[in-house]
């Protein structure tokens, strides 16, 4: 059983950044950063293959997000800049099992292990 830990998350103005990190207890494959806000169904963010050659982003983040891993050390990271309020949410990381590419990666459904979250505020 794989753990994975976020850590990161905090309160920041509008325009500003954060940077999230999510560090795995084992070996994983793809790793994507999903988000959920109150209300509403927990959504896709931003994948990586098991490589980091190939990077999948929601449009709402496009420009502003970026994915990264560091495989020598487990952990991916999500660097988050030009910040929103509607990029409010609880941020979760997820890791796969095996090696996937593609769409699939943008549905929760396709990963093995999450995180318990962290909480990303962004005031008007």
């Known amino acids: 059983q794989v753990q994975l830990v976020e850590s990161g998350g905090g309160l920041v103005q509008a325009g500003g950044s954060l940077r999230l990190s999510c560090a795995a207890s084992g070996r994983t494959f793809s790793r994507g950063w999903f988000r959920q806000a109150p209300g509403k169904e927990r959504e896709f963010v931003a994948a990586?293959?098991?490589?980091?050659?190939?990077?999948y982003y929601a449009d709402s983040v496009k420009e502003r997000f970026t994915i990264s891993r560091d495989n020598a050390k487990n952990t991916v990271y999500l660097q988050m800049n030009s910040l929103k309020p509607e990029d409010t949410a609880v941020y979760y990381c997820a890791a796969t099992i095996f090696d996937i590419s593609g769409a699939v990666l943008t549905t929760t459904t396709t990963y093995d292990y999450w995180g318990q979250g962290t909480q990303v505020t962004v005031s008007s």
């Open positions: 990586i293959s098991s490589s980091g050659g190939r990077t």
